[in-house]
């Protein structure tokens, strides 16, 4: 059960083709669906040389913030997209120059072949 009090780190999970939540080290949740409040776009440097070095995957790239039940209607929002062959952080899927580091707000969602981050701002 996930404590809407404390942070957690969402990632996508390649072999259950879903979002996996993470707080306090450890999975307590698996889901298609998840709302975020004082976003971090998280991307470990030691974890994307590996990805870049073996050519094989590994969880080392997220969005950390707090379990939201709604999102307050907000007037800037923008797909977001996390490649390690081609960026060093998450940007912008319309700008790919344009990184991003914090929002106010995430939509995570997936499913049959796709997978979505949208950052939002008030």
């Not at 889901?31 to 998280?42: E, S």
């Not at 030691?46 to 939201?68: F, I, Q």
């Not at 907000?74 to 580091?101: A, G, I, M, W």
């Amino acid at each position: 059960m996930i404590d809407k009090d404390k942070r957690v780190f969402v990632y996508y999970n390649l072999n259950k083709e879903c979002w996996s939540v993470r707080q306090g080290g450890r999975v307590v949740e698996h889901t298609h669906a998840i709302m975020l409040r004082d976003c971090q776009y998280l991307v470990g440097k030691a974890g994307r040389k590996r990805v870049l070095r073996e050519k094989r995957k590994n969880v080392h790239a997220g969005v950390s913030g707090y379990v939201v039940d709604f999102i307050p209607t907000c007037r800037q929002h923008t797909e977001l997209t996390y490649n390690p062959y081609r960026h060093t952080t998450f940007v912008s899927v319309q700008d790919p120059f344009d990184s991003v580091k914090h929002s106010d707000y995430a939509a995570l969602t997936c499913g049959q072949g796709y997978r979505d981050v949208e950052g939002i701002w008030k």
